[in-house]
């Protein structure tokens, strides 16, 4: 797997994870288990509908 997800779209994705694993608990939802997939891309560094699409954030080092 070859990263795809630069440091500011891991930041974005983290924060936005985060927050819906704290609204899913707070509603006590199930929903709020969703919020653990841009916790866990951003983990990865790897996202795949970036990878069908041809999409990545990284910079590239020359």
Request: aromatic share 12%; proline share 5%.
């Amino acid at each position: 797997m070859k990263r795809n997800i630069g440091k500011s779209d891991r930041i974005i994705r983290v924060l936005i994870g985060l927050i819906v694993i704290a609204v899913g608990a707070y509603f006590k939802s199930w929903w709020g288990a969703i919020g653990l997939l841009p916790v866990f891309t951003a983990a990865l560094g790897w996202c795949p509908p970036y990878t069908l699409f041809g999409i990545s954030t990284c910079k590239v080092k020359d």
